[in-house]
């Protein structure tokens, strides 16, 4: 029903900014909470940040925790990752996802429903 698509990802020097956009076909996701994933070589996919229906409420991985902010435009029906002061270990695949859960967990998203295709964002030293 909802078809995520990344963008703004690539390849930036360490202490730089990107900033990831993702950008949903299908139903408004004011229906939705959203969310930020990341996945580098080797280790499991981990939650990176989630924002509630309405934007009020926001959770972030203790190692992004800021240096990363996460908003959302329902009218665009849009959500985006911004992202500063960048570190190697930040590189990964990030993935946005939608939760139809009414609330946030309090690890970030109770269990997504939909997923991205996933975008690189590697960090050079």
């Known amino acids: 029903q909802v078809q995520l698509v990344e963008s703004g990802g690539g390849l930036v020097q360490a202490g730089g900014s990107l900033r990831l956009s993702c950008g949903a076909t299908?139903?408004?996701?004011?229906?939705?909470?959203m969310g930020w994933f990341r996945q580098a070589p080797g280790k499991e996919r981990e939650v990176v940040a989630a924002?509630?229906?309405?934007?009020?409420?926001?959770y972030y991985e203790d190692s992004v925790q800021g240096r990363f902010t996460i908003s959302r435009d329902n009218a665009k029906n849009t959500v985006y990752l911004q992202m500063n002061s960048l570190k190697p270990e930040d590189t990964a695949v990030y993935y946005c996802a939608a939760d139809r859960a009414t609330t946030l967990g309090s690890k970030g998203l109770q269990s997504p429903d939909y997923w991205g295709q996933g975008i690189q964002v590697t960090v050079s030293s």
């Open positions: 924002i509630s229906r309405s934007g009020i409420n926001t």
């Open positions: 299908g139903p408004t996701i004011s229906r939705y909470s």
